[in-house]
Nanobody
Framework: EVQLQASGGGLVQAGGSLRLSCVVS????????FGWFRQAPGKEREGVAC????????AYADSVKGRFTISRDNARNTVYLEMHSLKPEDTAVYYC????????????????????WGQGTLVTVSS
């Protein structure tokens, strides 16, 4: 069973930065794409960023393009989300997830594509 442990959330002022980490307990980390999703109170979960198996393909929600960067370290079984120029509307619980598809080189921001999810980490951006 794959386990994902997200961390790095916290309270930050608008304009600040945070780095989220997601450690994945699996022997097949290199074979899967990963994504970051978020869910704000009263809103549906949305895809924020994803990264393909090799890291050669990434995708971002329009709302975070130019501010967020997703990366992966296959040696550490870890996926990162660097967040800069944070805005109050970025406030949400952030989840990392593993794509259900094996060895795909185009990642997806669609949550139905993912079948393993971490517990979430809360990001609060104050104005």
């Amino acid at each position: 069973e794959v386990q994902l442990q997200a961390s790095g959330g916290g309270l930050v002022q608008a304009g600040g930065s945070l780095r989220l980490s997601c450690v994945v307990s699996t022997s097949a980390f290199d074979d899967y794409s990963f994504g970051w999703f978020r869910q704000a109170p009263g809103k549906e979960r949305e895809g924020v960023a994803c990264i393909s198996v090799t890291g050669g393909n990434t995708a971002y929600a329009d709302s975070v393009k130019g501010r967020f960067t997703i990366s992966r370290d296959n040696a550490r079984n870890t996926v990162y989300l660097e967040m800069h120029s944070l805005k109050p509307e970025d406030t949400a619980v952030y989840y990392c997830a593993q794509d259900a598809r094996f060895a795909v080189h185009l990642c997806s921001l669609v949550s139905d594509t993912y079948n393993s999810w971490g517990q979430g980490t809360l990001v609060t951006v104050s104005s």
